[in-house]
Nanobody, 113 residues
Framework: QVQLVESGGGVVQPGGSLRLSCAAS????????MGWYRQAPGKQRELVGL???????NYVDSMKGRFTISRENAKNTVYLQINSLKPEDTAVYYC???????WGKGTLVTVSS
């Protein structure tokens, strides 16, 4: 079955950077469109952006500029680079296929001084 394991979160100071990883299994990863999502405390989960199997990424307008999605098909892994982190980026970050499968546990990013 589909498994998605996110990692790389942590506590970061404002202005810092993080690279999140998502290891996927249970499907043909190289052919799958993948997405990164986030859910801030008390808010609904929202899309950050999507990346096609051949590596073309698109982002929600509000996420453009500081977020970069990439993938390594040989490793069945998709990445999310976040730069210039802000306190409002504090959230649990998830990856998923598009269309989505059952969600993984996500990885918590806390931006705080």
């Amino acid at each position: 079955q589909v498994q998605l394991v996110e990692s790389g979160g942590g506590v970061v100071q404002p202005g810092g950077s993080l690279r999140l990883s998502c290891a996927a299994s249970g499907f043909i990863f190289s052919m799958a469109k993948m997405g990164w999502y986030r859910q801030a405390p008390g808010k609904q989960r929202e899309l950050v952006g999507l990346i096609t199997g051949d590596g073309s990424a698109n982002y929600v307008d509000s996420m453009k500029g500081r977020f970069t999605i990439s993938r390594e098909n040989a490793k069945n892994t998709v990445y999310l680079q976040i730069n210039s982190l802000k306190p409002e980026d504090t959230a649990v970050y998830y990856c998923n296929k598009s269309p989505p499968s059952p969600w993984g546990k996500g990885t918590l990013v806390t931006v705080s001084s």
